[in-house]
């Protein structure tokens, strides 16, 4: 019986110890902005791909 309240005040001290990382993570503005790099990802070839036509046509000019 007393391995079970060993256990369950461990994973207390775990989830204190996870919730606390959590609340830092945030804090410290680590999710504020998750939707822009995902879309970024899908976008940044289409603007590499933009600038360069622009240039390859401003030297055909």
Do not use: W
């Not at 503005?29 to 998750?34: A, K, N, T, V």
């Not at 590499?48 to 030297?59: A, L, P, V, W």
């Amino acid at each position: 019986m007393s391995v079970i309240y060993l256990l369950i005040s461990i994973s207390i001290v775990v989830a204190v110890l996870f919730f606390a990382a959590f609340i830092q993570a945030v804090r410290r503005g680590q999710y504020d902005d998750d939707y822009t790099p995902s879309v970024r990802m899908l976008f940044d070839d289409e603007l590499q791909t933009d600038t360069q036509t622009e240039t390859k046509d401003e030297k055909q000019d």
